[in-house]
């Protein structure tokens, strides 16, 4: 098995892990922590892949996926502070 492969399938247990922590967070803020964390794993996944696979457009869509994931958790953050 190609290493790579195996960094994206330790990553996707993580993944697991956070959704679990996302489902049982006790507070609003720790599930908003755990889908941050759950997006920044997927970019991570799509740098391995554009790696593990040599096509340098999984790049450009990570970059386009953390961009947006950025505003959103933002979005959320105002929105929780009761900005919004």
């Given amino acids: 098995m190609n290493i790579w492969f195996l960094a994206a399938l330790v990553l996707t247990i993580w993944i697991v892990l956070a959704i679990i922590r996302a489902i049982a967070g006790p ?16 970019v991570a996944i799509m740098i391995i892949l554009s790696v593990a696979y040599k096509q340098i457009i999984f790049v450009d869509v990570a970059i386009v996926y953390a961009l947006l994931s950025f505003v959103a958790t933002l979005y959320i953050a105002k929105y929780l502070e009761g900005g919004i």
């Fill in 27 to 42: 507070t609003t803020p720790d599930r908003v922590v755990a889908l941050d964390t759950i997006n920044t794993l997927i």
